[in-house]
C-alpha cells in the first residue's frame, strides 16, 4: 500500500472541467483508489489541483503519461506516522494539504518533537476534523519521481474553510507556538521557508479505514 | 497586543556594536513590517571579562494577522542580521508573549471523541 500526494499544474488555457473528466477516466482506467480536488484560491506553491492516491501493490509511473494538458507535477509519496478523527464521516468539507522541508541537520529527537507538536495541534482546534501527518518516503520518492524537495505532509480536514482560515491560523497555539518552527527570525526554526499550501474542496474523508487504509 | 522579546547572551565588549547593528541592519524595516521596538534592557549592567551581557529586546505586534506579516514581509536582509547575530552571541532564544492577565487557551475538553 503506497499513499501519494500530488500537486499538479495545467498548462494556460487548458479548461478544467474538461482535464477534470478525462484524468479521471485514466485513474479508473488505472484502478487506483484516488481523490481530485481543484485547488481554493489562496493556495500557494501548489498547482491548480491536489490529487491524492492510494496505489495497491504496483505503482504506475506512467499514470499521467500522455496527459499533454499538464504542465508539471510534484508527486510525494508518504508514510503517515499518526492520523486521528473526532467527528464521523462528512461530506463535502475542505481538505488542506502542507509540504514542508525540515532542513538537514537537525537531530531526530528535535524533529520528532516537531512532529509531535503539529499532531498535537487537533487537540487544541475544534475545527479540525480529521488529520495525518506523514514522512515522505524518499526510497519511493527517489524510485519514482526523483529526490523529493519535501520531508513531511501534513493533512487536515475542516469542516469549512472558515475553521482553516479562521480558528486554524488564528489560534495561539499556531502563532504562539508551532509557528516558530516555521519562522527564520527564530533561532530553532527548522522548516524551510518554502512550504506548499494547498487546499481544495472533499466530496468525501480520505482518512477513513474504509477508504483510505 | 503582540509582544515578542528577543533575548541575545553577547561576549563582554559586544554590546555597542551589537546595538549599531541592529538599528542600521534591522530597525529600518521591521518598523516596515510592523515590529516595533518598545525597550532594550541589558544585564548585568557592566562588563565583566569573561562574563556575557544579555541584551533583551522587547517588541510589539499588533494583533494575529500583523504577526504573520512579519514573516511575509522578511527580506534577505533579515536573515543575514540574524546569521550574524547568532556568529556573535553564545545564545539566543525569541518569545512570544501576550499580557499575563490572557485567559490562555488549553487543550480541549471534549478529547475523547479525537481517537488515532
Known amino acids: ?213 | 497586543m503582540i509582544s515578542i522579546l528577543d533575548e541575545i547572551q553577547l561576549p563582554a565588549g559586544e554590546l555597542l556594536s551589537m546595538l549599531q547593528r541592529l538599528e542600521k541592519d534591522y530597525l529600518p524595516q521591521a518598523e516596515e513590517r510592523g515590529l516595533s521596538l518598545v525597550a532594550q534592557w541589558v544585564s548585568p549592567p557592566v562588563v565583566v571579562p569573561g562574563k556575557p551581557n544579555t541584551l533583551w529586546l522587547q517588541w510589539q505586534v499588533a494583533d494575529v494577522m500583523s504577526y504573520y506579516g512579519i514573516r511575509a514581509g522578511q527580506t534577505e536582509e533579515v536573515s543575514i542580521f540574524w546569521e550574524e547575530v547568532d556568529a556573535i552571541a553564545s545564545e539566543r532564544r525569541r518569545h512570544v508573549m501576550v499580557a499575563a492577565d490572557t485567559v490562555l487557551p488549553t487543550k480541549l475538553e471534549n478529547l475523547s471523541e479525537a481517537k488515532s
Not at chain 1, 503506497?2 to 484502478?31: H, Y
Not at chain 1, 499533454?68 to 462528512?90: A, H, M, P, T
Request: net charge negative.
Open chain 1, 1 to 213: 500500500m503506497n499513499r501519494e500526494t500530488v500537486q499538479l499544474w495545467l498548462n494556460e488555457g487548458i479548461c478544467s472541467d474538461a482535464f477534470e473528466s478525462k484524468l479521471q477516466d485514466r485513474l479508473e482506467d488505472v484502478g487506483v483508489v484516488y481523490h481530485l480536488g481543484r485547488n481554493i484560491e489562496g493556495t500557494f506553491c501548489g498547482g491548480n489541483f491536489t490529487l491524492d492516491l492510494v496505489w495497491g501493490k504496483e505503482i504506475d509511473q506512467d499514470v499521467f503519461t500522455g496527459l499533454s494538458d499538464i504542465e508539471r507535477l510534484d508527486r510525494v509519496f508518504y508514510s503517515v506516522i499518526d492520523q486521528g478523527c473526532r467527528s464521523v464521516q462528512q461530506h463535502n468539507t475542505v481538505w488542506r494539504t502542507l509540504l514542508l522541508r525540515v532542513k538537514p541537520g537537525f537531530e531526530s529527537t528535535i524533529v520528532e518533537q516537531f512532529e509531535r507538536d503539529l499532531l498535537a495541534m487537533p487537540e487544541y482546534m475544534q475545527g479540525i476534523r480529521r488529520w495525518a501527518l506523514s514522512r515522505v518516503n524518499s526510497d519511493l520518492q527517489n524510485k519514482v519521481n526523483g529526490e523529493s524537495r519535501w520531508t513531511h505532509v501534513w493533512q487536515q480536514e475542516y469542516q469549512k474553510l472558515d475553521d482553516l482560515m479562521g480558528e486554524y491560523l488564528m489560534h495561539p497555539y499556531h502563532w504562539g507556538w508551532v509557528d516558530h518552527y516555521f519562522d527564520p527570525e527564530f533561532p530553532d526554526c527548522l522548516v524551510d521557508s518554502q512550504i506548499s499550501h494547498c487546499f481544495c474542496p472533499l466530496q468525501r474523508s480520505l482518512i477513513d479505514e474504509d477508504i483510505w487504509p
